[in-house]
């Protein structure tokens, strides 16, 4: 069977990277996939449906357009690394978080212990959480295997 990983999260370091070549390393069968992680990108997304005077509805029409992508990927995927770094907050990894756990799709949760008060209720509903990319790559490994 191949599984479909979605990546949420944090955008600002290679964590992905390390998942991808890990799983690759190990030969698991995994397909990986996420939202777009290129910030200027993502903010600009629902430009093309025309200007806004008001940074709100820029805002309000690139995250429904984003959406299309996020929901999709969430519903086909098997399961999700949600990464929270410590430099930014990630307001749509938590709300990607929830929507994995309203669909009953399991999640991972990936973040330093600094933060793990403030993400209780995030961790409380993953599966699993790690703190580093390594332990990811040796969770889907397990679950792939």
């Not at 069977?1 to 370091?13: A, F």
């Not at 995030?122 to 679950?143: C, F, G, K, T």
Request: some cysteine; charged content about 25%; hydrophobic content about 45%.
């Amino acid at each position: 069977m191949q599984w479909t990983v979605y990546l949420s999260g944090e955008i600002h370091t290679d964590w992905r990277e390390q998942i991808i070549e890990g799983c690759a390393a190990a030969g698991l069968p995994v397909n990986f996939v996420s939202p777009v992680t290129d910030h200027a990108a993502s903010d600009a997304a629902g430009d093309v449906l025309g200007e806004e005077g008001k940074s709100f509805w820029r805002d309000h029409k690139s995250s429904k357009v984003n959406a299309i992508r996020t929901k999709n990927l969430i519903e086909k995927s098997d399961i999700a690394v949600i990464r929270f770094g410590d430099k930014y907050k990630q307001w749509n990894a938590a709300f990607d978080a929830g929507f994995c756990a309203a669909l009953g799709k399991p999640y991972i949760t990936l973040h330093d212990e600094s933060i793990v008060h403030p993400l209780k209720e995030v961790d409380a509903a993953a599966m699993a959480w790690a703190e580093e990319p390594a332990q990811v790559v040796e969770v889907l490994r397990y679950v792939v295997s």
